[in-house]
């Protein structure tokens, strides 16, 4: 078959591909020109975006809103809370140490 290679899963089942098309990431062991693939050698799938990622992002994105609704006070006329500030400064402080 030239350039195609026979693939046999931990079940016995064969599938037949073109050796230019084997996914990155697909670990293959040759053993005496079989060839296995293990459902635990196989990539994982996607996972979560890593906690302290998150909490970063969730502050940015605090940070913005407290800035906007500030503005939004102020351009209407209204006095923004001090907590706003407040709570805008106790994050601004959390970025800057990261």
């Known amino acids: 078959m030239g350039d195609f ?4 899963d931990i079940n016995g089942r064969e599938t037949v591909v073109h050796k230019d098309r084997v996914l990155e ?7 005496e020109n079989d060839t296995q693939i293990s459902e635990h ?15 970063e992002s ?6 913005l ?7 939004r006070y102020s351009n209407s006329g209204s006095k923004p809370l ?6 805008l400064e106790s994050r601004i402080a ?3 140490r990261r």
């Open 5 to 8: 290679i026979t693939l046999v």
């Open 58 to 63: 969730c502050n940015r994105e605090r940070i």
């Open 25 to 31: 990431g697909l670990h293959i062991n040759d053993c």
């Open 65 to 71: 809103d407290l800035v906007k609704t500030i503005q």
């Open 82 to 87: 001090k907590e706003w500030f407040d709570e």
């Open 94 to 96: 959390i970025v800057g």
């Open 41 to 55: 050698e196989q990539r994982p799938p996607l996972g979560i975006i890593p906690m302290n990622l998150f909490e």
